[in-house]
T-cell receptor, first 113, second 110 residues
Framework: DGGITQSPKYLFRKEGQNVTLSCEQN?????MYWYRQDPGQGLRLIYY???????QKGDIAEGYSVSREKKESFPLTVTSAQKNPTAFYLC????????????FGAGTRLSVL | KQEVTQIPAALSVPEGENLVLNCSFT??????LQWFRQDPGKGLTSLLL?????REQTSGRLNASLDKSSGRSTLYIAASQPGDSATYLC?????????FGKGTTLSVSS
């Protein structure tokens, strides 16, 4: 089945620890995105990538880092510099075949221990 | 800076009612507007996408309209069902990424 897979579904971070959220897609989409969602809030853009080996900061990139070494993969690292990481993280992708519609993964819920 | 507002924040209706969700945006220079559905603790599912040159799109019991000049969109749901209960998010695309509203949480009672 084609789609976007995010893992893990739940993640816990200890203070001072870096954690990495996985996002994989088999839709052959060029563009991938990371959003953060807080309760009662809309989604806010963290980072996005339009092609392999290139990515840009979104509105709230501080405390996060990404890489795009493969077209299918766009992992997000939440660093210790992110002081309020508790949130629901959503990955999305789109491409020419998707006609600009963004397809989303099921999300990762990150909590701080 | 583009801002997207959705009204109301929450809505409760009995089954069978027709209803309208509202979305407004501050900058009319958009490529498209999209409506998504989100179930609790889940990702987003695209419902309808309206290109900036279009006025409306329809899918089944859903109809979305776009008035770019006034910065408004509506999502019309006909004959609502309990399965329609979810949060509905509106998003505009002006550059590469989407800008989202905070959503309208809909509850349809049987």
């Amino acid at each position: 089945d084609g789609g976007i897979t995010q893992s893990p579904k739940y993640l816990f971070r200890k203070e001072g620890q870096n954690v990495t959220l996985s996002c994989e897609q088999n839709l052959n989409h060029d563009a991938m995105y990371w959003y953060r969602q807080d309760p009662g809030q809309g989604l806010r853009l963290i980072y996005y990538s339009q092609i392999v080996n290139d990515f840009q900061k979104g509105d709230i990139a501080e405390g996060y880092s990404v890489s795009r070494e493969k077209k299918e993969s766009f992992p997000l690292t939440v660093t210790s510099a992110q002081k309020n990481p508790t949130a629901f993280y959503l990955c999305a992708s789109t491409g020419v075949t998707a006609k600009n519609i963004q397809y989303f993964g099921a999300g990762t819920r990150l909590s701080v221990l | 800076k583009q801002e997207v507002t959705q009204i109301p924040a929450a809505l409760s209706v009995p089954e069978g009612e027709n209803l309208v969700l509202n979305c407004s945006f501050t900058d009319s220079a958009i490529y498209n507007l999209q409506w998504f559905r989100q179930d609790p603790g889940k990702g987003l599912t695209s419902l309808l996408l309206i290109q900036s040159s279009q006025r409306e799109q329809t899918s089944g019991r859903l109809n979305a309209s776009l008035d770019k000049s006034s910065g408004r969109s509506t999502l019309y749901i006909a004959a609502s069902q309990p399965g329609d209960s979810a949060t509905y998010l509106c998003a505009v695309q002006a550059g590469t990424a989407l800008i989202f509203g905070k959503g309208t949480t809909l509850s349809v009672s049987s």
